[in-house]
């Protein structure tokens, strides 16, 4: 008895196994419900170039449609100031006024030794401008963007690239904590580094291995303690977005490219369009 209950449990994992793995993939094909068939791919906004593979099913999914839509409309040659300006604090504030001494201290020092300038250069600007800074400095000198290929590739088959959000929409969402939590969480962040990196380092792998419920769960962890702003920059952005593919996708074929970290979970994309009643099929190659 006890080795047919062995077999049936090794017989139910094998199978979850598969499905899990089958369900695995950065690249989802949406049909059905009145749209023309279309792809949702999961991106990631930028990694060291040495861990970065622009697969051939993904070439070939851009290649099947007619027009490209990320996050942002970045091929727009204003989007770039737009978001400079809306980086910036309000006329006569300073960052600094957000924290403490020993705050402006500890930053002050990192952006020095990594940046070769000063908090003084950032005072002006927004505290989600200082964790960029942050993001880039870790991840060294050689780093690649997705959406930065994927914008080539559309450019080099003369296709449109729109945006699903607006710049002044997506910087909003910064602007649900307070700027004294956020600094609070970078300093956090630079006191403990290997926190960081173990994050880092965890989405990546996640990612190469198309692991959409791993980075939902890396991601889950990492906002515990801020639950509101995870329904913010993920959950409430990914119900946005599905009015919008149906809409976009009604009359042309659209490749869509957002951040990996938004296909997984129940209200990842990926559920979201099945619940809308899409079907979606993850391709595997």
Do not use: C
């Not at 068939?37 to 007619?66: I, N």
């Amino acid at each position: 008895m006890k080795n047919t209950i062995k077999a049936f449990v090794a017989l139910v994992l094998s199978t979850f196994s598969l499905i899990a793995q089958e369900e695995s993939s950065l690249l989802w094909k949406v049909e059905g419900n009145g749209i023309k068939p279309s792809y949702v791919f999961g991106t990631f906004h930028l990694m060291p170039q040495d861990d970065f593979e622009f697969k051939d099913k993904v070439d070939k999914a851009m290649k099947d449609t007619d027009i490209t839509v990320l996050e942002l409309d970045m091929d727009d040659p204003q989007m770039m100031g737009s978001m400079q300006t809306l980086a910036q604090l309000e006329e006569g504030k300073k960052l600094s006024s957000y924290m403490d001494e020993k705050e402006y201290e500890i930053l002050d020092t990192y952006l020095t030794e990594h940046m070769g300038v000063g908090m003084a250069a950032f005072n002006s600007f927004k505290p989600f401008t200082i964790t960029s800074m942050i993001t880039i400095t870790m991840m060294g000198k050689q780093t690649a963007s997705y959406e930065a290929e994927i914008i080539k590739r559309s450019k080099e088959g003369q296709k449109e690239v729109l945006g699903l959000e607006t710049p002044e929409f997506q910087v909003s969402v910064f602007e649900t904590t307070p700027y004294e939590e956020q600094i609070d969480q970078i300093i956090e962040y630079l006191q403990k580094p290997e926190k960081m990196t173990k994050e880092f380092d965890a989405m990546i792998t996640q990612y190469k291995n198309e692991d959409i419920e791993g980075l939902h769960a890396t991601m889950d962890e990492s906002f515990k303690e801020d639950p509101e702003f995870k329904k913010a920059l993920l959950d409430n952005r990914n119900n946005n977005w599905i009015g919008k593919i149906g809409e976009l996708s009604k009359n042309q074929k659209v490749f869509y490219g957002v951040g990996a970290g938004h296909l997984g979970g129940d209200q990842g994309v990926i559920n979201l369009l099945r619940k809308a009643g899409y079907t979606v099929t993850p391709i595997t190659e």
